[in-house]
C-alpha cells in the first residue's frame, strides 16, 4: 500500500496504520493498551493459525478449479485440519458469548478474519458447524461499507457458483 509515497506491506500493520491515521482512538484500534493487546493478541494468533490452515486449503481448491485441474486431496487434508481447528477456536474462544471477535464491536480483527472466512465461500466450504462464525458474518454485513468492499468478491462468487451449477446440470 502506497500512502503520499509510504509504503507499507502486510495486512496486520496496514490495518493498523489505517486505524491509527484515519480512525485514530476509534473502536477499529483503540488508543487503550488493554485494547489494543486484545486485537493484536487475535491479530498475531490469526497468521499462524487461521491464515496457515484456511488460506492454504483455498490456494489448493481455487488454483487448480480456476484451471480445470483437479483438486490433490490428500494435499488438501492437513490444511483443512488446521482450518476446522482454528475455524472451532475463534467459535468457542474469540467469540465465544461476544458479539465480534474482541467484544461488542467490530475491530481490525474482525476485519481480518472476514477476509479469510469469506474466502472459504468461493470453495465452497460449509460454515455450518460453525453457527457464532455464520451469525457473526451476518453481523459484519451490517458493518458501514461492507457492500461496496465485497461487491466484486461477492459478484465473482454469484458466478461460480452459477457456472458450477450450470456444468453439475450438463452432466445430467
Not at 35 to 61: E, K
Request: proline share 5%.
Amino acid at each position: 500500500m502506497s500512502d503520499d509515497g509510504f509504503l507499507i506491506n502486510e495486512s496486520h500493520t496496514i490495518l493498523r496504520y489505517i486505524a491509527d491515521k484515519y480512525a485514530k482512538g476509534s473502536s477499529w484500534y483503540p488508543s487503550d493498551p488493554k485494547g489494543r493487546a486484545v486485537i493484536d493478541m487475535y491479530l498475531d494468533w490469526h497468521h499462524s493459525n487461521l491464515r496457515f490452515g484456511a488460506a492454504n486449503y483455498f490456494r489448493r481448491v481455487f488454483f487448480p478449479k480456476m484451471m480445470g485441474k483437479p483438486v490433490d486431496t490428500k494435499g488438501l487434508v492437513p490444511y483443512e485440519k488446521a482450518m476446522k481447528t482454528a475455524l472451532s477456536t475463534i467459535e468457542t474462544h474469540f467469540l465465544g458469548d461476544k458479539e465480534f471477535i474482541t467484544g461488542s464491536k467490530p475491530t481490525i480483527a474482525d476485519l481480518s478474519c472476514l477476509c479469510e472466512v469469506k474466502q472459504l465461500e468461493s470453495v465452497n466450504v460449509d460454515l455450518s458447524a460453525w453457527p457464532k462464525i455464520t451469525a457473526w458474518m451476518e453481523r459484519m454485513k451490517q458493518v458501514p461499507h461492507y457492500n461496496v468492499v465485497n461487491k466484486f468478491f461477492d459478484a465473482f462468487v454469484a458466478k461460480q457458483k452459477q457456472q458450477e451449477q450450470a456444468a453439475a446440470n450438463a452432466k445430467l
